[in-house]
């Protein structure tokens, strides 16, 4: 099946600092999301990307899918940026289902 | 703006005891799925559901576990006779059609003493 590698897992940053998360793909995907699990747990969807590039605010997400691989751009941190990010595919093998990659933690300190 | 919601936020039953887990998937969604992410590690897929039926489930889904959609807006997950090792957050997704964004629920914390 697919598999899903994020980088880096850990990532520690003062506030105000900018970041780029990076999750490769090891095989064509027809669905590619990211989230954010908040500290209590919860998920946020950030962007459906399986190709091409978005933004919302501060975050910006980059999708190669020929030669697979997505990055998250988190600009100008904030602490309510701390928490976990997730990227997960689906591929064209994997209908129904989302595969999760094991995320990147991280921290933003004030 | 439409959003999946679960109920409870944070349930905690003794082993051996049947929980449900109660979800209201976006009103016109078709697609319904169930995930779970054991405390610290990865989120896994469970369950889908279209049309009334299972489409997919993986390994983790055994006899143990079932779904039910008992009327035109809830999705349940049924745990029978839970163990210490179900204890998990428990997310419930849903989609308009096959092969689209994935909305998440805010998750159902379950606790099994």
């Known amino acids: 099946g697919i598999q899903v590698e994020q980088s880096p897992p850990d990532l520690i940053l003062q506030e105000g600092a900018n970041s780029t998360l990076r999750c490769n793909f090891s095989d064509s995907v027809n669905n590619l999301q990211w989230f954010h699990q908040n500290p209590w747990g919860q998920l946020i969807n950030l962007f459906y990307?399986?190709?091409?590039?978005k933004q919302n605010g501060r975050l910006s997400a980059t999708t190669v899918a020929t030669e697979r691989y997505s990055l998250l751009y988190i600009s100008s941190s904030q602490t309510t940026d701390s928490g976990v990010y997730f990227c997960?595919?689906?591929?064209?093998?994997?209908?129904?289902?989302?595969?999760w990659g094991a995320g990147t933690k991280l921290i933003i300190k004030p | 703006e439409p959003e999946v919601t679960q109920t409870p936020s944070h349930q905690v039953t003794q082993m051996g005891q049947e929980v449900i887990l109660r979800c209201v998937p976006i009103?016109?969604?078709?697609?319904f799925y169930w995930y779970r992410q054991i405390l610290g590690q990865k989120v896994e897929f469970l369950v889908s559901?279209?049309?009334?039926?299972?489409?997919?489930k993986s390994e983790i889904f055994d006899d143990q576990f079932s779904v039910e959609r008992p009327d035109g807006s809830n999705f349940t997950l049924k745990i029978r006779s839970t163990k210490l090792e179900d204890s998990a957050m428990y997310f419930c997704a849903s989609s308009p059609i096959m092969n689209t964004e994935a909305f998440f629920g805010q998750g159902t914390r379950l606790t099994v003493v």
């Open positions: 559901f279209y049309n009334n039926e299972i489409s997919e």
């Open positions: 997960a595919v689906e591929g064209w093998d994997s209908n129904y289902q989302l595969i």
């Open positions: 990307i399986p190709s091409g590039t």
């Open positions: 009103s016109n969604h078709l697609y």
